[in-house]
């Protein structure tokens, strides 16, 4: 049902009162895009406006019009138990559309759930794999240092060797301390040969 507000009239003269009235009209039927009756279903007219005759007597009357109350009344409760139906039925449209909301926005809610841990397990696994390799990274660098390094103790050792067996190999040349005074004037006299 649409429900339109309508203003509060202040008190004008009659020509003034016809032009707003025809204003508001116009305004009304202009600035809306469809006209809220037809969305309505209108009930029949009423069948008490316009049914009183005065009847010659005032019992008559009397009970004429305690029957029309009664119909009335009968009518209202009638139209009462119509609306409360009706608004039950709203209800409860209501409340099915917001339980369907509720079950949209909760499935909505587990699948960006279910995507955001499906990208953690992706990037903890693409984590994994990278720490994997900077590790296998690591472990092959420390190996090839460590050979490099094996490499150079050899070389070390083997020239610590080297120089050993020379000095051993010179030192069974040494020189008596009697022919000691020959070799050094020797070697003033003759610097080629050492």
């Known amino acids: 049902m649409a ?11 009659p020509p003034t ?7 508001q009209t116009l305004r009304s ?13 209108f009930s029949s007219p009423s069948t008490f406006i316009g049914s009183w005759t005065t009847p010659s007597d005032p019992r008559e009357a009397e009970r004429r019009l305690w029957e029309l109350r009664r119909d009335y009344e009968k009518q209202v409760r009638e139209l009462r138990r119509e609306y409360f139906v009706e608004m039950e039925i709203q209800r409860e449209k209501k409340r099915r559309r917001d339980e369907a909301k509720r079950e949209a926005a909760r499935a ?14 992706a990037r903890a696994a693409e984590r994994l794999a990278l720490e994997e390799e900077l590790r296998k990274t690591l472990m ?10 094996r490499s150079k103790e050899q070389l ?8 050993k067996d020379l000095l051993q190999r010179q030192s069974s040349m040494w020189i008596d301390e009697n022919n000691m005074e020959k070799k050094i004037l020797e070697a003033l006299v003759d610097t080629i040969s050492l």
Request: glycine share 2%; net charge positive; aromatic share 4%.
């Open 3 to 13: 429900f339109r507000c309508r203003q509060v009239l202040r008190p004008c003269s």
């Open 17 to 23: 009162l016809l032009r707003h009235l025809l204003s």
């Open 29 to 41: 039927k202009s600035s809306s895009t469809t006209t809220p009756h037809h969305h309505h279903d």
């Open 108 to 121: 909505a809610l587990e699948e960006r759930r279910a995507a955001k841990s499906a990208g953690v397990e």
């Open 140 to 149: 092959s660098e420390r190996a090839k240092k460590l050979e490099y390094w």
């Open 156 to 163: 070390r050792e083997q020239k610590k060797n080297e120089k």
